[in-house]
């Protein structure tokens, strides 16, 4: 049984901590975070389910105070464990490095940490052989995610030459006000780094794309247009993704009319919190152009980094060593087709 921590428990680490609970083959050992958050309020007044731990042992009293129980430090935790899910503010994954490299504790980073605090820039479909073993992995972002997902099940089916995509970015994660009350769309300048990042894992394929910010909440929309090595029609396309486990293709014509309609639809399911670990493509979006052929998706921003993050504790540890049975272990236990 692989023993797991997770430091920081926000928007990923608890989602995080729930996806290593549902493995069959993981402890979840515990959780360290800093401060009686409204996550942290939320865990305790919901039974406790998880063993707390703080970040920062001068700070204890902000949760011993209020009633919450610790049962000790983040360096503890790191002492406890086999590898770590860091899921804190981009910075402090890399000065928590150091704490896990005092104990040779492996750790993966989630997409707002740089490139060179881990050996292995990592997805679980794209590049999974090249974690299997790594002490230190960081996962793409959400939208580089859901994004590698269509583009690498299009390249292993029929090769990718290049992409161009748009992304049509919520701005902020439900319940955030630190980007403001907006009434704008902002545009990025290009490329986008989810572009960057498609290359750098899969460095055959030619991506660009542009970035545009909009004051929602509720996932985002990406809408590539490929270049393939070979003429792909929507019926060919749409056999890709209904064949992939993490690619959910939905219709216009049953309701789902955009990412409103995806959330609502998970919380009628009872998903916790809403979440959906799969993309969605949208059936009607699907059309060639010319040769090329382009299709709109809906990223469920909160939630679609968990199962890659999942396979690379797999990876990292050896516990599958190749990309099939990895994310087919992981599909299995987060009920994906």
């Not at 995080?16 to 409204?38: N, S």
């Not at 055959?204 to 070979?230: E, K």
């Amino acid at each position: 049984m692989i023993k797991v921590g997770v430091a920081g428990y926000g928007v990923i680490g608890q989602r995080l901590a729930d996806g290593v609970a549902w493995q069959k083959d993981m402890e979840l050992v515990g959780v360290a975070d800093v401060a009686p958050t409204l996550p942290i309020r939320a865990l305790y007044e919901s039974g406790m389910k998880y063993r707390l731990y703080t970040a920062l042992p001068e700070k204890k009293h902000l949760l011993t105070d209020i009633g919450i129980p610790v049962s000790g430090t983040l360096e503890e935790l790191v002492q406890e464990v086999d590898i770590m899910l860091d899921a804190t503010s981009a910075g402090i994954g890399a000065k928590n490095k150091e704490l896990y490299q005092k104990y040779h504790t492996k750790a993966i980073f989630q997409g707002g940490e740089k490139n060179d605090v881990a050996d292995v820039f990592f997805h679980g479909y794209a590049n999974y052989e090249k974690g299997v073993g790594a002490d230190y992995l960081k996962l793409t972002s959400c939208n580089t995610t859901g994004l590698i997902r269509a583009i690498d099940a299009i390249d292993r089916a029929v090769g990718v030459v290049k992409t161009a995509i748009t992304i049509i970015r919520r701005v902020a994660d439900p319940g955030d006000y630190h980007r403001g009350l907006t009434n704008a769309l902002q545009v990025d300048k290009a490329p986008s780094h989810q572009c960057l990042d498609l290359m750098t894992i899969m460095p055959h394929v030619d991506a660009t794309g542009i970035l545009i910010h909009t004051p929602v909440t509720h996932g985002h929309i990406i809408t590539p247009v490929v270049s393939t090595r070979g003429k792909i029609s929507k019926e060919e396309l749409l056999a890709i993704f209904n064949a992939h486990p993490r690619i959910k293709v939905v219709r216009l014509e049953d309701g789902f009319l955009g990412n409103a309609s995806l959330f609502k639809y998970a919380r009628d399911l009872g998903n916790k919190r809403g979440d959906m670990y799969e993309v969605a493509v949208w059936e009607e979006s699907i059309v060639n152009s010319g040769d090329d052929i382009m299709f709109a998706m809906n990223i469920p921003q909160e939630s679609v980094v968990i199962p890659e993050t999942m396979d690379g504790i797999r990876a990292a540890m050896k516990m599958q060593l190749t990309r099939e049975e990895g994310t087919a272990e992981t599909n299995k236990y987060l009920w994906m087709k």
